[in-house]
């Protein structure tokens, strides 16, 4: 998600793991630079117009898609499998009970006077990075990952990742959700991995045509395009579309497209052109 937004600097308290080399610490944070941020506008397959985030409430399998239709992978078999599924190996409780309501499984806790956790276990089967997501926590928890608090995790009725860092081959990971309060919903629970492998190949064909000379100010941003195959001209940017925007190819007002229910883009004919957006 970082790569796509362009993304090249984060300050994090956690080592950050794959794609991220460190550039420098001070006190309790540590500064990385992004090996593979995409830059502000590149070149996409105009399949992606056709990209529904609400088809789908797993955020990995959706990223997933969303990188196979920006490539043109839009066959079954041209699709790859960037984010692949841990197995869940077990779940346990302490203080804790789940019940079952249309569908919707409930985490609660039996007393009251005490602290209660669930915990999911889970096998690395490669060397990656590892994340998991759980859908509508909204009560103030704490997460651990083995014991040790996963610090920064701020549950706010979304559907947040947690990253779970770089993990070795084969390492047993234990995800343990403690709760003070009565309980919580828990609709839906993913643990995925990410080689650094597929992680080049989701992102490295996406830096062959990017947008070129980016002049950015409060009010415009500007840049230069070159479209080499009309299958890939949709202009791809990581800027969050608004009915405001407005945008011009070679002087010319044309129509500002709205990209996944969140990216502002604009068609282009083939060749050499100059896009502004304001």
């Excluded at 600097?9 to 593979?36: C, M, P, R, T, W």
């Excluded at 006077?113 to 909204?138: D, G, K, L």
Aim: hydrophobic share 40%.
């Amino acid at each position: 998600t970082e790569s796509l937004l362009g993304i090249k600097y984060v300050i994090s308290a956690a080592d950050k793991g794959l794609g991220y080399k460190q550039i420098l610490i001070k006190g309790d944070f540590q500064a990385y630079e992004n090996l593979y941020p995409l830059p502000l506008g590149f070149l996409a397959d105009k399949a992606v117009l056709e990209f529904d985030p609400s088809r789908d409430n797993n955020p990995f399998t959706l990223q997933g898609k969303l990188i196979n239709l920006l490539q043109g992978n839009t066959a079954k078999s041209e699709e790859v499998i960037f984010l692949k599924p841990l197995p869940l190996l077990s779940t346990s409780l302490d203080n804790a009970v789940i019940v079952k309501e249309k569908g919707k499984e409930i985490v609660q806790r039996t007393n009251n006077s005490q602290p209660a956790f669930i915990e999911f276990t889970v096998r690395n089967p490669v060397e990656q990075q590892v994340y998991a997501c759980f859908q509508t926590i909204y009560s103030d928890v704490r997460i651990f990952l083995n014991n040790e608090e996963l610090k920064g995790y701020m549950p706010a009725y979304n559907k947040r990742i947690i990253d779970c860092g770089y993990q070795p081959a084969q390492k047993v990971l234990k995800i343990k959700i403690l709760f003070n309060n009565t309980g919580f919903t828990l609709e839906e629970k993913y643990f995925y991995g990410l080689t650094a492998n597929n992680l080049q190949k989701a992102i490295t064909p996406l830096q062959d045509q990017v947008m070129a000379n980016i002049k950015v100010t409060d009010t415009w941003v500007r840049g230069d395009v070159n479209v080499q195959d009309q299958t890939k001209s949709l202009l791809f940017t990581s800027i969050p579309y608004d009915p405001g925007w407005r945008a011009w190819v070679d002087g010319r007002e044309v129509p500002a497209i709205k990209i996944a229910r969140a990216f502002l883009g604009v068609e282009l004919p083939a060749g050499r052109h100059e896009v502004v957006l304001e």
